[in-house]
């Protein structure tokens, strides 16, 4: 008998110490469960990033609404690792206080720390960024994000290749991590038979171009293309048409595309997700853009979309894991979601691959 209530002690004592890890009570107060949010909400990045925690935040009333994450509140965790702050300290910060599941982004701020995330197997990391192999022989990760080699691979089909002569190929990317990464990417997908193919990197937040035109010129590319987060790419444009290009400019995916004119005898092309184009119309989405507008009063982004996405499909994961981020990789791997940004398809690495299109004249 006293063996008999010993054990039945050990039992209650046990799933206590599982309930307060599950809801890091003396961080966060009792029933709340933490996701953590490390994103560059000041410097360069910081629109997008809040629009991306605008995206969070959304999704946690949403997730909360309907009961939360098995009767714990969702309650996002935000840390800034923007204009000069340290990734690795705000993220650490959070494990310490014992935040199980993060959201990170973007590449400038991650690529650097991929590595060393690979090897925290005590918690569930999603990345909210572009670097081709994010979640390559990682066991702790998914992506619920646009993918650079998505993206990369469709950049790519713009160049025609109708006989043998060479094609004349110039790539020019953003000097970061982000860049780079996605740059190179572009690169291997570009360097095929009879390609002579020339690279180069500008500033962030350059806008005169008129050095790297004159040296274009002396190429004759038939393409010419832009690897950036946006911000450079109208002056990069103008900039090479004022040289007097008549050729293909295609730019990868950027946060916030605006319209502008682009001069006759040049073809433009982007890729663009199916949500930035309006072309996802399910009820999940619709949802998503009805509540996003009257929350915040304005349209969302294709990076809120994302961030909403996140957050609702992570919250699932935690619970079909039973709490236990080691498990929820497997949670993503082969899966497919319908979320606000449109169909998310996961690989048998928790990688995605989204709704994208190259679109252009």
């Given at each position: 008998?006293?063996?008999?209530?010993?054990?039945?002690?050990?039992?209650?004592?046990?799933?206590?110490?599982?309930?307060?890890?599950?809801?890091?009570?003396?961080?966060?107060?009792?029933?709340?469960?933490?996701?953590?949010?490390?994103l560059?909400?000041?410097?360069?990045?910081?629109?997008?990033?809040?629009?991306?925690?605008d995206?969070?935040?959304?999704?946690?009333?949403?997730?909360?609404?309907?009961?939360?994450?098995?009767?714990?509140?969702?309650?996002?965790?935000?840390?800034?690792?923007?204009?000069?702050k340290?990734?690795?300290?705000?993220?650490?910060?959070?494990?310490?206080?014992?935040?199980?599941?993060?959201?990170?982004?973007?590449?400038?701020?991650?690529?650097?720390?991929?590595?060393?995330?690979?090897?925290?197997?005590?918690v569930?990391?999603?990345y909210?960024?572009?670097?081709?192999?994010?979640?390559?022989?990682?066991?702790?990760?998914?992506?619920?994000?646009?993918?650079?080699?998505?993206?990369?691979?469709?950049?790519?089909?713009?160049?025609?290749?109708?006989?043998?002569?060479?094609?004349?190929?110039?790539?020019?990317?953003?000097?970061?991590?982000?860049?780079?990464?996605?740059?190179?990417?572009?690169?291997?997908?570009?360097?095929?038979?009879?390609?002579?193919?020339?690279?180069?990197?500008?500033?962030?937040?350059?806008?005169?171009?008129?050095?790297?035109?004159?040296?274009?010129?002396?190429?004759?590319?038939?393409?010419?293309?832009?690897?950036?987060?946006?911000?450079?790419?109208?002056?990069?444009?103008?900039?090479?048409?004022?040289?007097?290009?008549?050729?293909?400019?295609?730019?990868?995916?950027?946060?916030?595309?605006?319209?502008?004119?682009?001069?006759?005898?040049?073809?433009?092309?982007?890729?663009?997700?199916?949500?930035?184009?309006?072309?996802?119309?399910?009820?999940?989405?619709?949802?998503?853009?009805?509540?996003?507008?009257?929350e915040?009063?304005?349209?969302?982004?294709?990076?809120?979309?994302?961030?909403?996405?996140?957050?609702?499909?992570?919250?699932?994961?935690?619970?079909?894991?039973?709490?236990?981020?080691?498990?929820?990789?497997?949670?993503?791997?082969?899966?497919?979601?319908?979320?606000?940004?449109?169909?998310?398809?996961?690989d048998?690495?928790?990688?995605?691959?989204?709704?994208?299109?190259?679109?252009?004249?």
């Amino acid at each position: 008998m006293w063996r008999m209530k010993f054990f039945n002690g050990a039992l209650i004592f046990v799933f206590a110490v599982v309930l307060a890890g599950c809801s890091s009570a003396p961080k966060f107060g009792e029933g709340v469960y933490p996701v953590g949010a490390v994103l560059p909400l000041s410097g360069e990045s910081a629109v997008a990033a809040r629009d991306a925690l605008d995206g969070m935040l959304l999704a946690a009333k949403r997730v909360n609404s309907a009961g939360g994450i098995a009767g714990l509140e969702l309650k996002i965790v935000a840390r800034d690792c923007g204009a000069g702050k340290s990734f690795g300290e705000e993220f650490d910060a959070l494990r310490r206080d014992g935040v199980k599941v993060v959201s990170v982004g973007f590449d400038e701020q991650v690529v650097s720390w991929h590595t060393r995330l690979m090897k925290c197997d005590d918690v569930f990391i999603n990345y909210m960024c572009q670097y081709p192999p994010a979640t390559l022989d990682s066991q702790n990760s998914t992506r619920i994000f646009l993918n650079g080699a998505q993206d990369g691979d469709l950049l790519s089909t713009v160049v025609e290749r109708p006989d043998s002569r060479d094609v004349n190929i110039v790539a020019m990317s953003v000097d970061s991590l982000f860049g780079k990464a996605c740059g190179d990417y572009l690169a291997f997908c570009l360097k095929l038979e009879h390609t002579k193919f020339y690279s180069d990197v500008f500033s962030s937040g350059t806008r005169d171009f008129s050095i790297f035109s004159e040296q274009m010129k002396r190429l004759f590319p038939q393409y010419i293309f832009y690897v950036g987060r946006g911000s450079e790419l109208k002056p990069f444009v103008e900039s090479v048409c004022r040289g007097g290009y008549s050729g293909v400019i295609a730019s990868c995916a950027v946060f916030g595309f605006e319209p502008f004119d682009v001069p006759e005898g040049v073809k433009f092309y982007r890729t663009a997700t199916a949500f930035e184009l309006g072309k996802v119309a399910t009820p999940v989405s619709r949802e998503f853009v009805a509540a996003f507008k009257a929350e915040y009063g304005r349209e969302p982004t294709w990076v809120a979309a994302y961030g909403y996405d996140s957050v609702v499909a992570l919250s699932k994961a935690v619970v079909a894991a039973k709490f236990n981020p080691a498990k929820m990789r497997a949670q993503f791997a082969g899966s497919k979601i319908e979320g606000a940004v449109g169909t998310i398809t996961f690989d048998s690495s928790a990688d995605s691959l989204s709704e994208l299109e190259v679109v252009g004249k």
